[in-house]
T-cell receptor, first 111, second 110 residues
Framework: DAGVTQSPTHLIKTRGQHVTLRCSPISGHKSVSWYQQVLGQGPQFIFQYYEKEERGRGNFPDRFSARQFPNYSSELNVNALLLGDSALYLC??????????FGPGTRLTVT | GQSLEQPSEVTAVEGAIVQINCTYQTSGFYGLSWYQQHDGGAPTFLSYNALDGLEETGRFSSFLSRSDSYGYLLLQELQMKDSASYFCAVRNSGNTPLVFGKGTRLSVIA
């Protein structure tokens, strides 16, 4: 079975722009979570979706939004990009929340 | 609030045993997980403890003491490939997301 996939792998954007990151979970996993990981830190929770409904939201501004589609894939959108949004964005799918399966991540650089 | 504390760096010799500690303060507690992340890679699940005691999976073991809000990851027979960052993570209830610590960077030297 394929693991969690994310696209794109790398992205360079300018301040003020908008970005959309995509994630496909492992087949059969209905829960998708998004994390932001800054260099030298642990992943920080952004959103969790289960069966297309938002189950949780971390301490991130409203510029961050997400959704989950009927096939359980998910998108993370970030508006009005700031330099501080530069990070590795990780998507994880799971059957049980304590065992998350992470994708390879999208490295976002905001200049 | 929630906080997890783990050492930032640990260095150990190949073939040795190393213990990475994690203490946590959370409003609720449902379990402690451990993840490994190699440079440039994604975190991968290692172990989970919901109850007090030791869980063993091959060379890796994880321990939890709920009364002490403390856990550790034990790596035996260290190999060079074990050089990576190790994160402890907690969840407050069955449906809440994981909260990760800042990670411990383990360097295995010859």
């Amino acid at each position: 079975d394929a693991g969690v996939t994310q696209s794109p792998t790398h992205l360079i954007k300018t301040r003020g722009q908008h970005v959309t990151l995509r994630c496909s979970p492992i087949s059969g996993h209905k829960s998708v979570s998004w994390y932001q990981q800054v260099l030298g830190q642990g992943p920080q929770f952004i959103f969790q979706y289960y069966e297309k409904e938002e189950r949780g939201r971390g301490n991130f501004p409203d510029r961050f939004s997400a959704r989950q589609f009927p096939n359980y894939s998910s998108e993370l959108n970030v508006n009005a990009l700031l330099l501080g949004d530069s990070a590795l964005y990780l998507c994880a799918s799971s059957l049980e929340s304590y065992e998350q399966y992470f994708g390879p991540g999208t490295r976002l650089t905001v200049t | 609030g929630q906080s997890l504390e783990q050492p930032s760096e640990v260095t150990a010799v190949e073939g040795a045993i190393v213990q990475i500690n994690c203490t946590y303060q959370t409003s609720g507690f449902y379990g402690l997980s451990w993840y490994q992340q190699h440079d440039g890679g994604a975190p991968t699940f290692l172990s989970y403890n919901a109850l007090d005691g030791l869980e063993e999976t091959g060379r890796f073991s994880s321990f939890l003491s709920r009364s002490d809000s403390y856990g550790y990851l034990l790596l035996q027979e260290l190999q060079m490939k074990d050089s990576a960052s190790y994160f402890c993570a907690v969840r407050n209830s069955g449906n809440t997301p994981l909260v990760f610590g800042k990670g411990t960077r383990l360097s295995v030297i010859a």
